[in-house]
């Protein structure tokens, strides 16, 4: 290969993204190569800002590169561009800008979901990305407490007659909880609930928007049907703790949206051990593995492990998540990691490559 702009891009087509498992030339990842003398730039445009696999591209690509003769500096810009999924036509549709759905689902209560689907988006957003945050739970709204916007209230754009979101930690919320008082309940029939989770999707003002985090309430039932009818989904994100009735109310909610044909973009498992401080012990109080023996059982990719710690929940109460008040903490590192998985199977999704099943990262 000589040193020129076609013997660079010949030598970039050595360099194979591990997960869509084509080069980065083929994908379109590579842009704006030069060569100047001895000196070659050119850009790499990840498919996410959270890949997990960043530092590997970028290394192979230098190594690539390095092996045609007369080399010298090499100089790598490292960007982001996320896709929606192809087919989906979301853009076109009555979510104009919104690139991919990322549904954040349970089959019961009090496994955390919320508080995963807080520091989901607030990780994704750290990253660069541009997200949004959909409380899709009418009748318990948490997500206003758990990032802090309790009093908040959601404008409206009186010329597209649109609701404007809240905006906290670099994240686009909405939720029931800004249109009541925090003590009033909703007594709603399913029809209504619907009405309202398509309100929550079409009458929002999301803007361009790379990840839009939509947090479920527990179960099987309107809200999941709704928003699975409703509008594309890239895929659905399950919660579970470690515990074998857990996992078996895991695979009912997984079961139900293959039957509406959304992708499982993967398992998390939820207060998954305990690290005492004191006597440097981990202990797991609710077993441990439940979520990694789904994964395999039903061929998903397990997307990591989130540790019970009272930090979280603190942090949840005072309306500041984990990896925003506590961003170098081993939790926070969890929450990253998970948050790296799940973009990382919305970039395989996207592109229709094969899934690599069972996958934990972190």
């Given at each position: 290969?000589?040193?020129?702009?076609?013997?660079?891009?010949?030598?970039?087509?050595?360099?194979?993204?591990?997960?869509?498992?084509?080069?980065?030339?083929?994908?379109?990842?590579?842009?704006?190569?030069?060569?100047?003398?001895?000196?070659?730039?050119?850009?790499?445009?990840?498919?996410?800002?959270?890949?997990?696999?960043?530092?590997?591209?970028?290394?192979?690509?230098?190594?690539?590169?390095?092996?045609?003769?007369?080399?010298?500096?090499?100089?790598?810009?490292?960007?982001?561009?996320?896709?929606?999924?192809?087919?989906?036509?979301?853009?076109?549709?009555?979510?104009?800008?919104?690139?991919?759905?990322?549904?954040?689902?349970?089959?019961?209560?009090?496994?955390?979901?919320?508080?995963?689907?807080?520091?989901?988006?607030?990780?994704?957003?750290?990253?660069?990305?541009?997200?949004?945050l959909l409380d899709a739970d009418i009748y318990g709204p948490s997500i206003p407490l758990i990032m802090g916007a309790e009093?908040?209230?959601?404008?409206?754009?009186?010329?597209?007659?649109?609701?404007?979101?809240?905006?906290?930690?670099?994240?686009?919320?909405?939720?029931?909880?800004?249109?009541?008082?925090?003590?009033?309940?909703?007594?709603?029939?399913?029809?209504?609930?619907?009405?309202?989770?398509?309100?929550?999707?079409?009458?929002?003002?999301?803007?361009?928007?790379?990840?839009?985090?939509?947090?479920?309430?527990?179960?099987?039932?309107?809200?999941?049907?709704?928003?699975?009818?409703?509008?594309?989904?890239?895929?659905?994100?399950?919660?579970?703790?470690?515990?074998?009735?857990?996992?078996?109310?895991?695979?009912?909610?997984?079961?139900?949206?293959?039957?509406?044909?959304?992708?499982?973009?993967?398992?998390?498992?939820?207060?998954?051990?305990?690290?005492?401080?004191?006597?440097?012990?981990?202990?797991?109080?609710?077993?441990?593995?439940?979520?990694?023996?789904?994964?395999?059982?039903?061929?998903?990719?397990?997307?990591?492990?989130?540790?019970?710690?009272?930090?979280?929940?603190?942090?949840?109460?005072?309306?500041?998540?984990?990896?925003?008040?506590?961003?170098?903490?081993?939790?926070?590192?969890?929450?990253?990691?998970?948050?790296?998985?799940?973009?990382?199977?919305?970039?395989?999704?996207?592109?229709?490559?094969?899934?690599?099943?069972?996958?934990?990262?972190?």
């Amino acid at each position: 290969m000589e040193l020129n702009e076609t013997g660079v891009i010949e030598a970039l087509r050595t360099v194979k993204d591990p997960d869509l498992h084509k080069d980065l030339v083929t994908l379109n990842m590579i842009k704006d190569v030069s060569v100047d003398g001895n000196r070659v730039s050119f850009t790499v445009e990840l498919t996410t800002p959270a890949c997990p696999l960043k530092a590997k591209i970028e290394a192979d690509c230098r190594q690539a590169v390095s092996a045609i003769e007369g080399v010298g500096e090499i100089e790598i810009k490292m960007t982001a561009n996320v896709r929606a999924r192809e087919g989906h036509g979301i853009q076109q549709s009555a979510l104009p800008g919104v690139r991919n759905i990322i549904a954040v689902a349970s089959g019961k209560g009090g496994v955390g979901k919320s508080t995963v689907s807080a520091n989901l988006a607030c990780a994704l957003a750290q990253t660069g990305a541009r997200v949004g945050l959909l409380d899709a739970d009418i009748y318990g709204p948490s997500i206003p407490l758990i990032m802090g916007a309790e009093d908040a209230q959601v404008g409206v754009d009186e010329i597209k007659q649109q609701i404007l979101p809240v905006e906290r930690y670099g994240v686009k919320i909405v939720s029931m909880g800004f249109l009541q008082k925090a003590t009033a309940a909703v007594i709603w029939r399913g029809p209504m609930v619907s009405k309202a989770i398509q309100q929550f999707l079409r009458d929002v003002q999301w803007g361009e928007t790379d990840y839009l985090v939509v947090d479920l309430p527990p179960g099987t039932g309107d809200a999941q049907l709704t928003l699975a009818q409703a509008i594309p989904l890239t895929g659905a994100v399950i919660v579970m703790t470690p515990q074998d009735v857990a996992a078996s109310v895991a695979i009912k909610a997984i079961a139900m949206f293959r039957r509406l044909d959304v992708p499982i973009l993967g398992i998390v498992e939820n207060m998954s051990y305990f690290f005492c401080p004191t006597c440097n012990t981990r202990h797991d109080i609710f077993s441990h593995g439940g979520g990694s023996e789904a994964a395999i059982a039903l061929d998903v990719p397990f997307l990591g492990e989130i540790p019970l710690d009272s930090q979280i929940r603190a942090e949840a109460d005072e309306g500041t998540p984990t990896v925003v008040i506590s961003p170098d903490s081993n939790q926070a590192l969890a929450f990253r990691n998970v948050s790296e998985a799940v973009a990382q199977q919305v970039s395989i999704f996207v592109r229709r490559a094969p899934i690599p099943l069972n996958m934990a990262v972190g």
